[in-house]
């Protein structure tokens, strides 16, 4: 008998595997997306899917939101737990590999950066660690409370200004910003607070603070200034959380953004070519790209135009 024939997407596979390994597409490289392996080999897009799949099976690929596709860094040798250290004289200073909170916080940071929220867990950040799970519990009391400290810890690593610029509008877009910028760093951090049960952040009191100073400068009154904060805050954190919703969901189905839409397309132009959505038919042949960074600013603009208008000082009255 002749040999078995390999299936197209195992041969596709193996070639872009074959680059990732001879590190022709180093760690951080994006790989073909669907409609490039589509492209380059003439292959149907589920076949595509199928290839993209077969190689975050493997490990060697992960999606990053924003980016697409990227070739995963090498994994870390497994490690296991070490045994419990004898305990130290008191007042014996810590020796440089001991077990600390901060240590405890950025390797939970670092899995929920790379991997997601729902990856972080007491085992899992253990293991980075190479200590035993029950040792974490001496500095953390559970997840709720390692979770806390992780929001804590990214927000204080990135103050604001000591001094604020004088004008309420800027000094409100400056700290709009650098809220939208931890989102976009930390894709985990908005949907991990809450609105309605907001947990207590130290680092993030000197921004309430900043943001309720400008709004008072401005003329609005306590009440309106904290409300003005919440709208603006919840805002940023709205658009930010399809950050992580997209990093699950492009892990989940194997296709970024872009990839997704090409397969939705044929049935959405269906619809619109009944002629009864002549505006989101026009949009559709003409393309739009969804861009989040410009959907981000377009809006605080348009809120900040809002607020220039409060309070009303309304006609000029003689005193």
């Known amino acids: 008998m002749g040999e078995r ?50 190689l975050r099976r493997e490990g060697l690929v992960r999606a990053v939101p924003g980016v697409g596709t990227v070739v995963a860094a090498p994994a870390r040798p ?4 070490r045994p419990a250290p004898a305990a130290r004289p008191a007042g014996a200073p810590e020796g440089p590999g001991a077990l600390t909170l901060g240590r405890i916080v950025d390797a939970a940071v670092a899995v929920a ?75 985990w951090l908005a949907p991990a607070l809450s609105m309605t049960r907001p947990q207590l952040i130290a680092s993030a009191l000197p921004y309430t603070e900043w943001m309720l100073a400008a709004l008072l400068r401005h003329g609005l009154d306590l009440q309106s200034a904290f409300t003005a904060h919440l709208t603006l805050l919840n805002y940023a954190r709205g658009i930010a959380v399809n950050l992580e919703a997209e990093r699950e969901a492009e892990a989940d189905s194997g296709l970024d953004s872009e990839e997704w839409m090409d397969h939705q397309e044929p049935d959405l132009l269906a619809v619109l070519g009944t002629g009864r959505f002549p505006a989101l038919d026009h949009l559709a042949q003409t393309g739009y790209d969804l861009d989040l960074d410009a959907l981000f600013e377009f809006g605080l603009q348009r809120l900040l135009d809002g607020l220039a208008a409060l309070p009303d000082p309304g006609p000029d009255r003689e005193g």
């Open 5 to 54: 024939a390999v299936p197209r997407y195992s041969r596709i596979v193996a070639e872009l595997r074959r680059r990732i390994e001879t590190g022709e597409l180093a760690a951080g490289a994006r790989v073909p997306s669907t409609r490039e392996i589509t492209r380059q080999w003439g292959v149907a897009m589920a076949t595509a899917s199928k290839v993209l799949a077969e």
């Open 78 to 81: 497994a490690r296991t737990a």
């Open 113 to 187: 950066d790379a991997e997601g929220l729902a990856a972080v867990s007491m085992r899992r950040v253990a293991a980075d660690l190479g200590v035993a799970t029950m040792s974490l519990y001496r500095h953390v009391a559970d997840k709720e409370d390692l979770l806390t400290r992780m929001m804590d810890g990214v927000m204080g690593r990135h103050p604001l200004p000591a001094d604020p610029p004088p004008d309420w509008r800027e000094a409100v877009e400056l700290a709009a910003h650098r809220l939208w910028d931890l989102f976009r760093r930390h894709p």
